[in-house]
Nanobody, 113 residues
Framework: VQLVESGGGLVQPGGSLRLSCAAS????????MSWYRQAQGKERELVAT????????YYADSVKSRFTISRDNAKNTVYLQMNSLKPEDTAVYYC???????WGQGTQVTVSS
């Protein structure tokens, strides 16, 4: 099982980024997957979840209406589209598979002017 995040970077407030989580060693669509983030000096927090098979989605209140989690079954990849980014969104973002507790290595997102 491997999860590899990409797509992070530096963006100005109000900008957008799309994070990708490429899964290997398993079929992502049959597992519930989430994005978490951890800002410096803070605990890791849940950002968004997409459930197995049916694909229901859940979001933290702080990102609702700005972020969208999705899945491309053909590419075995989970995405996090982030719009209207704010400085408080600055964190390392991690991909997570709930069954078995697998984490990716994380990708840094910095929102700053």
């Amino acid at each position: 099982v491997q999860l590899v995040e990409s797509g992070g970077g530096l963006v100005q407030p109000g900008g957008s980024l799309r994070l990708s989580c490429a899964a290997s060693g398993f079929t992502a669509r049959i597992y519930t997957m989430s994005w978490y983030r951890q800002a410096q000096g803070k605990e890791r927090e849940l950002v968004a979840t997409i459930t197995r098979v049916g694909g229901s989605t859940y979001y933290a209140d702080s990102v609702k209406s700005r972020f969208t989690i999705s899945r491309d079954n053909a590419k075995n990849t989970v995405y996090l589209q982030m719009n209207s980014l704010k400085p408080e969104d600055t964190a390392v973002y991690y991909c997570y598979r709930h069954s078995g507790g697998y984490w990716g290595q994380g990708t840094q997102v910095t929102v700053s002017s």
